[in-house]
């Protein structure tokens, strides 16, 4: 794949991951605005990720049949779609109609442009190298989404967050998913493979039958679970600690940043790692980050270590990404990466839950010393990832 061509690619997720980013962020506010509580905003919230966790495998099954273009103009229609009604209708019921069409075309969108960078790619040095470029477009989306939503609707309007501030957000919220469509609509696809004749029907699950592909999904989830349990944890940890929310949110902000970099300098040693070894000495680092961090009660200490965790939990997905499109039938990367994505999404739902009951129950620092010591075990699964 042409430098030009994937930085297209990229700019274009970002303009419709952006939409997702910036609605999430504008929603919430005015439905807090129109008196709504906060459950009903928890509810609003919640919509954004649903959709992708119920269209994933869909979304990756189409996509293996119709390439990247179909895909990506029906999610520019939702995405679009989606902010013009919130536009039109600034009601709760239609902000939770743009949450699920947003959201749901992310999802798709994700998964049509993963499998079209893997599948563009020629060897698997390039293939580390695209998805760590790619891995970027998130980070990017859900800093310019919501900043540029922040700043209409404290600027645009007659008055700070008055109604026509609003509209004039979710105007521009859906004016960007048509430049991801001028961006990728001209995007060279890879010839499609052919499915074989008289080969009975294939369901996504079939893929769990496959050993490496368990082991690589098991994998992911740990890494995933992993981030998570630092995003809802360390809020609690740093309150107990007597920290101001403005120092824990630049700690968290210091991972997301090192994240960021993280996927910025892979590509630069691509050809020098595999796979396996950078997923393993993340699974290390982390599982050493989560014993030594409720241990810690300066702020510079635990940013320290919220670098260091993002450096390694950053580097993970590029990697896993890489190893899901050798080990899958080529006809198939889009149900796969519709498998994970549907695996991660439910985790995130879920896992937040569970960590809020085990903290009740064993503490704050029980709950990171159980996901380090989880991590630890799950080294050995990392250490049998082979292609």
């Not at 966790?53 to 103009?73: E, I, N, Q, S």
């Not at 995933?224 to 600690?241: E, I, K, N, Y």
């Not at 007597?242 to 960021?260: E, P």
């Amino acid at each position: 794949m042409k430098g030009s061509e994937l930085l297209r690619v990229i700019v274009a997720q970002v303009c419709l991951h952006a939409t997702m980013a910036g609605m999430r962020l504008a929603t919430p506010l005015l439905a807090l605005q129109q008196g709504y509580s906060a459950a009903a905003v928890g509810l609003l919230i919640a919509l954004f990720a649903l959709t992708q966790v119920f269209l994933a495998l869909p979304a990756g099954r189409f996509a293996d049949r119709h390439g990247l273009k179909r895909p990506l103009w029906l999610s520019v229609i939702a995405a679009s779609g989606g902010a013009g009604l919130a536009l039109i209708f600034p009601v709760f019921p239609v902000m939770c109609i743009a949450a699920l069409l947003t959201g749901g075309a992310t999802g798709a969108t994700v998964i049509a442009l993963q499998r079209h960078v893997g599948r563009s790619a020629t060897d698997p040095t390039q293939l580390k190298r695209v998805f760590s470029w790619l891995a970027i477009a998130p980070a990017a989306a859900n800093f310019v989404g919501p900043f540029l939503a922040g700043m209409l609707i404290d600027h645009a309007g007659r008055a700070p967050a008055d109604l026509l501030a609003f509209r004039i957000c979710f105007a521009v919220m859906a004016f960007l998913p048509l430049l991801c469509w001028l961006l990728a609509r001209g995007a060279h696809e890879p010839p499609r493979v052919a499915p074989v004749p008289g080969a009975a029907p294939t369901r996504a699950w079939d893929l769990l039958r496959e050993p490496m592909f368990r082991r690589l999904l098991f994998v992911n989830w740990l890494q995933s679970s992993s981030w998570d349990v630092h995003a809802f944890v360390l809020p609690v940890l740093g309150h107990d600690r007597g920290i101001s929310a403005s120092v824990i949110g630049s700690i968290l902000g210091a991972f997301a940043i090192a994240a960021a970099v993280i996927r910025i300098v892979l590509p630069l040693i691509a050809s020098r790692a595999s796979e396996r070894s950078v997923i393993l000495s993340s699974t290390v680092v982390t599982a050493a980050v989560f014993a030594i961090y409720p241990l810690l009660n300066s702020p510079w200490t635990m940013g320290i270590c919220s670098v260091v965790l993002g450096f390694a939990l950053g580097a993970v997905q590029p990697m896993v990404m890489s190893m899901l499109h050798q080990i899958t039938p080529h006809a198939r990367h889009g149900e796969a990466l519709g498998l994970r994505l549907m695996t991660i999404n439910a985790s995130s739902v879920a896992m937040p839950m569970l960590f809020g009951s085990l903290g009740a129950l064993i503490g704050i620092a029980g709950v990171f010393w159980v996901v380090g010591g989880v991590l630890a075990l799950g080294a050995k699964a990392t250490w049998g990832l082979k292609l």
